[in-house]
């Protein structure tokens, strides 16, 4: 309330935080009120490497000081793989009750690859139950091979997802040097990665055999070249900022602020930039409307909390 923070959570697993790794992101239970459980994805260490899992835990305090109870991994990301880098993850409750979790590909051309795999964790997104199970009616769950608890596929690096105000998942993923992605990731559909992109390798030369589009894969709804290198995500149903709504809220670490996306239907209508010469990591809206971004020092450093109201 006071804009201090609080002592450290005790009870947090350990962490594989070199790299892109560490605490990834953290969702609320749908009935926190009552049960103070949430959710968090990381970067978690395991035998011969490392990779993004999904944990639940009871969030307590006591005396002002917060811990984490009756801490469970309920989803891994598997293969393991031993690399620092295109961990994702983001954790988005549907409306009802699925858990959707963003993951990357982890990077190396090696594994790239295995967003085309459906027996691959790499590259997808995922829903589940909040037991960490398939949720019913996933599209693969049926397919012989496949991962049953994957939603989507052909991703490359996922740190933005939220629902619309239809309750549908939107999410925006990193592209290499070009060819930031806005999708609304459907059922069993394929994404491209790395077979098509609207990017190209950090050296300039293609990716793969350098095409933007194959038959199979979907197009994304909105590319960015040069890229905003897009972290964190909100849809604006506020009052208190009425210019916004119904827009995407995108955080910008190459951009270095907020992408406001106003849309029209499922098309972008046309793009803003909030310029707040910071690296963004996360963005939310609070409950009166306002929003709250959050900043982030390249290889670490302090981080800010930075709230955002309408000019009068």
């Known amino acids: 309330e006071n804009g201090e923070a609080s002592p450290p959570i005790e009870g947090v697993p350990a962490v594989m935080s070199q790299g892109q790794g560490g605490l990834l992101d953290v969702?609320?239970?749908?009935?926190?009120?009552s049960s103070g459980r949430i959710y968090f994805s990381f970067s978690e260490p395991r035998e011969g490497g490392n990779g993004t899992s999904v944990a639940s835990a009871r969030l307590t305090?006591?005396?002002?000081?917060?811990?984490l109870q009756d801490v469970k991994v309920i989803f891994r990301q598997m293969p393991t793989y031993d690399g620092d880098k295109h961990f994702g993850s983001r954790l988005v409750f549907g409306p009802e009750g699925q858990l959707y979790v963003t993951v990357g590909e982890r990077s190396d051309r090696e594994t790239r690859v295995g967003a085309q795999d459906l027996g691959s964790g790499f590259g997808k997104v995922f829903r589940i139950d909040a037991?960490?199970?398939?949720?019913?009616?996933?599209?693969?769950a049926d397919t012989q091979g496949a991962l049953p608890e994957?939603?989507?596929?052909?991703?490359?690096?996922?740190?933005?997802?939220t629902l619309d105000g239809q309750g549908r998942l939107w999410t925006v993923e990193h592209g290499p040097k070009g060819g930031d992605e806005l999708n609304r990731p459907e059922a069993?559909?394929?994404?491209?990665?790395?077979?098509?992109?609207?990017?190209?390798?950090?050296?300039?030369?293609?990716?793969g055999e350098g095409i933007t589009a194959l038959e199979g894969t979907e197009q994304p709804v909105y590319y960015w070249d040069p890229v905003i290198g897009p972290s964190g995500m909100a849809y604006y149903q506020g009052d208190a900022i009425p210019e916004?709504?119904?827009a995407f809220l995108i955080g910008g670490l190459v951009s270095q602020g907020l992408v406001v996306l106003h849309?029209?239907?499922?098309?972008?209508?046309?793009?803003?930039?909030?310029?707040?010469?910071a690296r963004i990591r996360d963005v939310k809206v609070a409950p009166d409307g306002t929003v709250f971004a959050v900043t982030e020092q390249q290889g670490g450093g302090e981080s800010t909390i930075l709230r955002l109201v309408k000019r009068d």
């Open 27 to 33: 969702a609320l239970a749908p009935d926190f009120e």
């Open 61 to 67: 305090e006591e005396e002002g000081r917060l811990a």
């Open 131 to 140: 037991e960490g199970k398939a949720f019913d009616g996933n599209p693969f």
């Open 150 to 161: 994957i939603w989507s596929y052909g991703h490359r690096n996922l740190q933005a997802a």
């Open 188 to 207: 069993g559909k394929n994404y491209g990665w790395p077979k098509v992109t609207y990017g190209v390798e950090y050296s300039g030369g293609p990716v």
């Open 244 to 246: 916004w709504k119904g």
């Open 263 to 277: 849309m029209d239907g499922d098309r972008v209508a046309h793009e803003e930039r909030v310029p707040l010469d």
